[in-house]
């Protein structure tokens, strides 16, 4: 069975411009979830998708958007970028959503670092 | 507010020296306790999930345990392969997002 599948793992950008992440969830799974990860921050919470709707949003400025196709894959992007930016992206999908207690399992994440 | 603490921040054992790793949680209505094991460069690849004080899952020399405000991680005779980032996580309430600790990071030298 394929796990979560992020594109791309590795990408630099430069201030001012946008991102687009894309995420394959695990076959069958509905929901889809965002994280960044930083050194400093850890494993922050962006937003999750259950039936191209989003549920649950964290903490991050607007420049921080998503959305999720009728297939359950999903994509975020991140416009006007900041050096700030920098870090791990993980995506993670579970069969429903993560407040009923299912299992959820990570991508291998896109690396975005801005110059 | 829902919180989630791992201690130590880093752990050195010598392979075949066994250790326990702690995650002490608040959250308001547990939906699951998950342990995760991160790689340097990798995302998180998923251990364990508990729901109940008490209960207890193994895999390999990994064995999870879950009271009412902590959970332990125990590692049984380690060898280098172990050498990761344990994250433990909870869903926070009703939002469906999961809280992550700062993570254990463990080396296991030969």
């Known amino acids: 069975k394929a796990g979560v599948t992020q594109t791309p793992r590795y990408l630099i950008k430069t201030r001012g411009q946008q991102v687009t992440l894309s995420c394959s969830p695990i076959?069958?799974?509905?929901?889809v979830s965002w994280y960044q990860q930083t050194p400093g921050q850890g494993l922050q919470f962006l937003f999750e998708?259950?039936?191209?709707?989003?549920?649950n949003k964290g903490n991050f400025p607007g420049r921080f958007s998503g959305r999720q196709f009728s297939n359950s894959r999903s994509e975020m992007n991140v416009s006007t970028l900041e050096l700030g930016d920098s870090a791990l992206y993980l995506c993670?999908?579970?069969?429903?959503?993560?407040?009923?207690?299912?299992?959820?399992?990570f991508g291998e994440g896109s690396w975005l670092t801005v110059v | 507010e829902d919180q989630v603490t791992q201690s130590p921040e880093a752990l050195r054992l010598q392979e075949g020296e066994s250790s326990s790793l702690n995650c002490s949680y608040t959250?308001?209505?547990?939906?699951?306790l998950f342990w995760y094991r991160q790689d340097p460069g990798k995302g998180p690849e998923f251990l364990f999930t508990?729901?109940?004080a008490g209960e207890e899952k193994e895999k390999e020399r990994l064995k999870a345990t879950l009271t009412k405000k902590e959970s332990f991680l125990h590692i049984t005779a380690p060898k280098p392969e172990d050498s990761a980032t344990y994250l433990c996580?909870?869903?926070?309430?009703?939002?469906?997002?999961?809280?992550f600790g700062q993570g254990t990071t463990l080396q296991v030298k030969p």
């Open positions: 993670a999908s579970s069969p429903g959503t993560a407040n009923t207690g299912n299992t959820i399992y």
């Open positions: 076959s069958g799974h509905r929901s």
């Open positions: 998708y259950f039936s191209e709707t989003q549920r």
């Open positions: 959250v308001s209505g547990l939906r699951g």
């Open positions: 508990l729901y109940s």
């Open positions: 996580a909870v869903p926070s309430g009703n939002t469906g997002k999961l809280i």
